[in-house]
């Protein structure tokens, strides 16, 4: 009940939307004035037979593309929401084979799959935006979020499930991403740096607010897993949740995109007309847009690597071969020479002593031994220089402060 309540009353500002965008209830200028002056000569426009230009339309219109556009971060924001999802999702769908496997699941790579077909449609955006305008291609974007995971509700493989959630969602995505940014700044072309940080606060906000909704819905009772793995009653409740997110996605991503305009399209002045885009457009912005190249091939590639390169689970799908039995017989011995320590640098005290160029200081230093004499004398000579610095730095003080007293 509290989801379609939620959906009639986004439905109902999509309408109230809707009615005030049509021309007969917007405020026109009356062809006359209400009081002209007596010296005024007749207008030239109704002379000439030309309609009064419309007044600038309210910027009302503005913050509710900005309203919206914040509706449809709020979905685009929720495949961050993947890492709590997959905890809760069957097991057979969790690995490639119906059969299962074990180690790490393979539904780790869904994330991946998700964002690598976001930053492949994100080109696709301007370019639709160009020819049907920001209002349908948002339409479309959220048609295929709320599409993809409906769909993907009644995957029963883990194929299914990532081309219906994984790249149908993650095309919608990127066609619907950049909408909000672009009408945003048309109707606030001063203030684009704050209407896109109102607008993502809808991103950043869609996993902490569908995190918890989705955890109520399928563990309402917080179960805990044993093993790993969760009562058949949670698991049970996948494909339901996932239709009504789906229906919750299309409220939020159809209303915002409904709020989605241009200021030409309400009576102000269109200082770019638009065109048709030429051939090579999307080849263009490829090239003039390196920074969503590099998204293309970091962000994904490093999520895939990271779940490849897990060595545990590569190890244990990759076949070992055989080893051959232990024989019994006498051991094997090794030809490895052992290892040598490195030559001692102090001199032998025997051969100093042998040839009697050794005194008893350069036998003590050999041995290892001190003669309690000569650390008597490095100990006063230690003293001495210690007493010297202190005297050096009393003196250069007594000079510096004579300087201070003559300066002043």
């Known amino acids: 009940m509290p989801t379609l309540r939620l959906v009639a009353t986004l439905a109902l500002l999509a309408a109230v939307a809707h009615a005030a965008d049509r021309p007969g209830l917007r405020a026109r200028k009356p062809l006359l004035p209400s009081a002209p002056l007596a010296h005024t000569a007749p207008s030239t426009d109704l002379i000439a037979g030309k309609a009064m230009p419309e ?14 556009g914040v509706m449809i971060h709020l979905v685009c924001g929720s495949l961050y929401c ?44 301007p370019l639709f935006e160009s020819l049907v305008g920001p209002r349908l291609t948002a339409l479309l974007g959220g048609a295929m979020m ?6 993907a509700s009644s995957a029963t493989t883990l194929t299914q499930f990532v081309l219906s959630y994984a790249v149908l969602f993650g095309l919608g995505i990127g066609l619907s991403y950049q909408m909000p940014f672009i009408t945003g700044g048309r109707w ?12 993502m606060t809808g991103l950043g906000s869609s996993a902490f607010f569908f995190n918890m909704l989705c955890t109520h819905l399928l563990n309402p009772q917080k179960v805990n897993a044993v093993g790993g793995a969760f009562p058949p009653e949670v698991y049970a409740r996948w494909p339901g949740v996932l239709r009504r997110l789906s229906l919750c996605y299309a409220a939020l991503a159809l209303t915002g995109a409904a709020l ?8 102000k002045t269109c200082t770019q007309p638009r065109t048709r885009a030429p051939r090579n457009a999307l080849r263009r912005r490829l090239r003039s847009s390196p920074t969503q190249i590099w998204m293309l091939g970091t962000s994904p590639t490093s999520q895939i690597w990271m779940h490849v390169s897990h060595v545990p689970n590569l190890d244990a799908r990759l076949p070992r071969p055989a080893l051959a039995p232990p024989t019994s017989g006498p051991p094997i011995a090794c030809k490895c020479s052992p290892r040598r320590s490195p030559p001692s640098r102090r001199p032998d005290p025997r051969v100093l002593q042998a040839d009697g160029a050794g005194s008893a200081q350069a036998v003590s230093q050999a041995t290892g031994t001190r003669d309690p004499a000569a650390r008597a004398r490095r100990a006063r000579a ?11 730095q009393t003196s250069r003080q007594r000079r510096r402060r004579r300087r201070r007293r003559r300066a002043g």
Do not use: H, I
């Open 260 to 267: 989605q305009s241009n200021p030409s399209a309400l009576g």
């Open 382 to 392: 230690r003293q001495r220089q210690q007493r010297q610095q202190r005297q050096q």
């Open 146 to 151: 709320a599409s993809g995971l409906w769909l």
């Open 82 to 125: 993947w890492g709590n999802l997959v905890t809760y999702m069957p097991a057979s769908l969790k690995y490639w084979s119906p059969e299962g496997g074990e180690g790490p699941s393979d539904a780790g790579l869904v994330l991946a799959f998700t964002l690598l077909s976001q930053m492949c449609g994100m080109p696709f955006g």
């Open 55 to 68: 007044p600038a339309a309210p910027l009302t219109k503005g913050y509710l593309a900005v309203l919206g």
């Open 188 to 199: 606030f072309p001063g203030k684009k740096g704050s209407v896109q940080g109102v607008v």
